[in-house]
Every structure is written in structure tokens, then in C-alpha cells.
């Protein structure tokens, strides 16, 4: 996430990071070319004028860091007013504490209600965990459609499934093969030039990391 509450993929963060290489330019923020913050204390003052400012991104980051530290009932407080505002994020981890009883009672209505709002809103993951609890109530025609759409969305799990209850018969070939045009056309969406040098970059640290330890 940048400074700015604005999520970007790899690719443009890497192609940002080289531009300002070749450039000799300050280390800035790749979406609002703001400085970016030099210390932890500064970063944390602009995440919160974000959040006095009702951003929803923010409010799900410092959900997500306050979960990280352990304090569910913080991280639930956040992720409410963040998916109050319609945050998809938020939503799908509310139904995650609703399903462990983190912070809050364990409550499967609920739990539903916000895996819902989550898939409504194109998470993959939260369409996949519907599929399951269809799945496990006995309900294969409905856990059937939503393991295609989450499968169409990208998601390699999701596929998988599709792949196994068709072996099981429970799957047309006809819609089998539409799973996996739409799980090939949502992977090939998220390729690019600056990415895939990304994952290049990416690999080439790893190596040396791996040869240094």
C-alpha cells in the first residue's frame, strides 16, 4: 500500500523504483511521488490523517497491523468502519474473525453475511470459502457455482475443485472448459512487461540471498 492508500502491482512499483535509479531522484511514493516517509513514526501520522480522513484502505491496513500484533477486537473495529464504507477487504476478513471467534463470538450468520459482501465484490478467496460451507451443508450445485466464479476470477484453488468434482461427475465438460478459459484469461490480465521484470528482480534477489546465507 503506498502513502496514499493506493494499491499498485510489482510491476509499476518496480518500474517506479528504476526510474528513479536511472534518474538519481528521491525514493517517492509511486502513485503520489510524495518523499516517502523516512521513519516508522511518520508513516504511522500519515496513516492516520488517512483514517481521520475516512479512508477505508487505511482503516483495513491498520486492521490488518493491529491483527498482526494480536489485537483482534482492534482489528475488528477497524475492519467495521472500513467495511461500512464498503471496503471488500474488510468484509472478508470479518467473516474470517466471525469463523475463528477472534475478538469476537464465533457467529456463522454473520461470517456468511460478510463472505458475501466480499464475493459480491470480486474476492476470490471469499467466493472459494462459500463454495466450501455450500460444500460442507450438502449443497453441490451451489458450491459448484461458486468455485467456477472464483476459478474465473484467478484463483488456483477454486480451479482445482472445479477439477476434482469434475473427475466426480459432478461438473459438465462444457462448463470444465469455460473454468478454464475464464482462470486462464483472469491470469494472462495480470501479466505485463514490468511485472514479469519484477519477478525477474524478484528471483535474482532470492538467488543471492540464498548464496549468501
Known amino acids: ?16 523504483k528504476k526510474r528513479e535509479i536511472e534518474g538519481k531522484l528521491q525514493h517517492s511514493c509511486p502513485f503520489c511521488r ?14 492516520m490523517k ?8 487505511a482503516m483495513c491496513h491498520l486492521g490488518g497491523k493491529k491483527y498482526e500484533e494480536g489485537d483482534f477486537k482492534a482489528a475488528f473495529e477497524y475492519w467495521t468502519k472500513a467495511a461500512a464504507l464498503g471496503d471488500v477487504e ?16 464465533k457467529d456463522e450468520k454473520k461470517q456468511l453475511h460478510h463472505l ?7 474476492d476470490p478467496m471469499a467466493r472459494r470459502n462459500l463454495g466450501c460451507m ?5 449443497r453441490v450445485d451451489k458450491a459448484v457455482q461458486h468455485f467456477i466464479i472464483a476459478a474465473k476470477l484467478g484463483d488456483d484453488r477454486s480451479l482445482e475443485n472445479v477439477r476434482d468434482l469434475y473427475k466426480a461427475g459432478h461438473v459438465s465438460k462444457k462448463d470444465f472448459a469455460a473454468a478454464l478459459r475464464g482462470h486462464q484469461a483472469a491470469i494472462d490480465a495480470t501479466k505485463s512487461p514490468q511485472r514479469e521484470e519484477a519477478a525477474e528482480h524478484e528471483e535474482r534477489l ?3 540471498e540464498r548464496r549468501d546465507a
Do not use: F
Open 1 to 16: 500500500m503506498t502513502c496514499c492508500s493506493k494499491y499498485i502491482c510489482k510491476g509499476c512499483n518496480h518500474a517506479n
Open 206 to 208: 532470492a538467488e543471492r
Open 116 to 122: 458475501e459482501e466480499a464475493a459480491i465484490g470480486g
Open 90 to 105: 474488510a468484509h472478508y476478513q470479518l467473516s474470517i474473525l466471525y469463523r475463528d471467534g477472534q475478538g469476537v463470538e
Open 34 to 47: 510524495k518523499a516517502v516517509p523516512k521513519t516508522d513514526e511518520e508513516a504511522n501520522e500519515r496513516l
Open 134 to 138: 455450500e460444500w460442507q451443508n450438502g
Open 50 to 57: 488517512r483514517i481521520e480522513a475516512n479512508d477505508p484502505v
